[in-house]
RNA sequence: GGCAUUGUGGCCGAGUGGCUAGGCAGAGCUCUGCAAAAGCUUGUACAGCGGUUCGAAUCCGCUCGAUGCCUCCA
């Protein structure tokens, strides 16, 4: 990829507003931050899209040739539900729900997290680490904020100074919020709060004995706040400063700006060069949450069962529809739309099928080289993979053409097409191929091969009650034939 | 109320100050024993009102609507 490797990519940072030129701190090498899941209940179909945007933003870097270090974490501590001071640990409340030790919660809900990202063919980070695993890192974070005097310790628990922070640097620069419109818009809250300012937030809570997850501190046990995992962690994997941060749209205010601050106040200088935030996906215009209940699990996509549709969808089905938005655009889901996406899908999947076959010739009649740079200068463009998607049409309508002689292509061409095709389809799209068989169904692939060829024979001899009953009985069974101009092809 | 994002044809969804997005559906055609599938061709659009401009759906302003955040959320 030596023609392409050296170009301009362009990056959408949420920090400035603007399409940034991408240049990491260390040429060749990246390092980006995706804040993982907190791994309470299942992971539903909108967290699904946001690491998939970053698993595909991770697969194109690849492929560009960058040495990537993808760090996404786990949250199984420290997120509150909600900011009052009875706020209580999600993992925490959800054990004592189930009756469940905290940690079983954990590895339950984790298991899930990564089997459905494996059914959905997603790329492994770099690093998975876990807050709880970094309980030593985020206490002494706490210690230098203190230390600095951008936190205060109240009964057990320390919160962040958001005042005494704005007026030496800019608390709201991410979300474009101003701290004076933010006091005198927020709402009330609990009049015995410990806090000093409503903006303020914890780094460490104190637990309570009737609290499970706890762990000792200066200040006595308790558990971090929820936005210092991220900063612990981002920064003894990233550095203190590092390329790329990514995260659901929602988690730009409080949670990011909570993270700027704090390794501002740590470090006196800005943690990361370009943030990155993935839409939201919505369902019937609302968005997809587990807490509202508004949401499709994966599984239930996988088999159909979820009231919204009519039939099961493949997890490159999914896939495919989730790419065919922008990632920074919001994505509506609906039974009508995954259809759509389902044909488009098998329409490219059938015309990567047939490339092998297509013939070559001494000429070629479309700039394949042209296109190759398309579905670069795509991606390029802050990783535009609808844009992709249209251009990889343009290949599939050329298959189709040179496959019926209307148009043709050269050997060398046919390599290009071929290795594109491939390196994005599957390496960046990171969709996989319906027809992966396995032994069970290569058997049953040569069953039916056989039956074709009895029908064939039954249609040279014009027998077509014998050919019919042979189509018929197959669709039944849910294999459907399909008469070419080269022969029958079925799908199972 | 504040901040942010956004409003594109029957549906999903890109993009751009003047030149085709793409997919699905619809229509026409080709192939075919029939059917299905597949392929080719193809119409319809940029929320409303003002402004800037030779020219705006694309820039600016206002209005209306949608979504997110402002207490947890990818």
Not at 210 to 223: A, L, T, V
Request: charged content about 25%; hydrophobic content about 35%.
């Amino acid at each position: 990829m030596q023609t392409t490797k050296n170009q301009t990519l362009k990056i959408h940072n949420s920090l400035s507003g603007k399409k940034e030129i991408f240049k990491p701190i260390n040429e060749g090498h990246i390092g980006m931050y995706v804040c993982g899941p907190t791994v309470y209940s299942n992971v539903h179909l909108g967290n699904c899209r946001t690491f998939m945007s970053f698993d595909m933003i991770f697969r194109y870097f690849k492929l560009l040739g960058y040495k990537v270090r993808y760090v996404r974490n786990i949250t199984d501590a420290g997120h509150l539900v909600d900011d009052a001071d009875d706020g209580e640990d999600k993992i925490a409340k959800k054990a004592r729900l189930e009756q469940l030790e905290p940690m079983e919660v954990v590895q339950r809900y984790t298991v899930d997290f990564h089997n459905i990202l494996e059914k959905f063919n997603f790329l492994p980070p770099s690093i998975e680490p876990t807050a709880t695993g970094h309980i030593i890192e985020q206490i002494e974070i706490i210690k230098d904020i203190l230390e600095k005097g951008f936190a205060y310790e109240v009964n057990g628990s320390v919160y962040f100074d958001v005042n005494i922070f704005n007026k030496s640097h800019e608390y709201g620069k991410l979300s474009g919020r101003k701290l004076e419109d933010m006091i005198s818009n927020t709402r009330e809250l609990a009049a015995q709060s410990e806090k000093r300012s409503p903006q303020d937030f914890a780094l460490w809570k104190k637990a309570e004995p009737e609290h499970i997850m706890r762990w000792p501190s200066p200040w006595g046990d308790g558990f971090p706040g929820w936005h210092l995992e991220c900063t612990a962690m981002s920064t003894k994997y990233l550095g203190e400063t590092f390329d790329i941060h990514g995260g659901g749209m929602d988690l730009k205010f409080p949670h990011h700006e909570c993270e700027i601050a704090q390794a501002e106040a740590c470090n006196g200088h800005s943690p990361v060069n370009y943030w990155l935030h993935a839409n939201m996906l919505t369902l019937n215009g609302k968005k997809m949450a587990k807490s509202t209940g508004n949401s499709i699990l994966p599984n239930e996509i996988f088999t159909g069962e979820n009231p919204f549709l009519s039939k099961a969808f493949s997890p490159s089905v999914v896939r495919f529809f989730m790419m065919q938005a922008h990632y920074t655009s919001i994505l509506d889901i609906s039974n009508d739309a995954l259809l759509a996406s389902e044909k488009g899908y098998n329409k490219l999947m059938e015309a990567i099928d047939n490339l092998e076959k297509i013939p070559t010739k001494n000429t070629s009649s479309f700039d394949f080289k042209a296109w190759q740079q398309q579905c670069y200068d795509a991606m390029n463009d802050d990783f535009n993979s609808p844009i992709l998607i249209a251009k990889l049409f343009e290949a599939v309508k050329q298959i189709n053409l040179i496959r019926e002689e209307k148009e043709s292509i050269t050997e060398e061409d046919k390599s290009i097409l071929t290795e594109t095709l491939h390196s994005f389809v599957f390496d960046v799209l990171g969709l996989e191929n319906r027809n992966n068989t396995n032994d069970g169904s290569k058997k049953l692939e040569g069953v039916v091969e056989l039956l074709i060829e009895l029908r064939k024979e039954a249609r040279e001899n014009k027998d077509f009650a014998t050919s019919d009953k042979i189509r018929n009985q197959l669709a039944e069974m849910g294999i459907e034939l399909k008469d070419g101009k080269d022969g029958t092809t079925f799908n199972i």
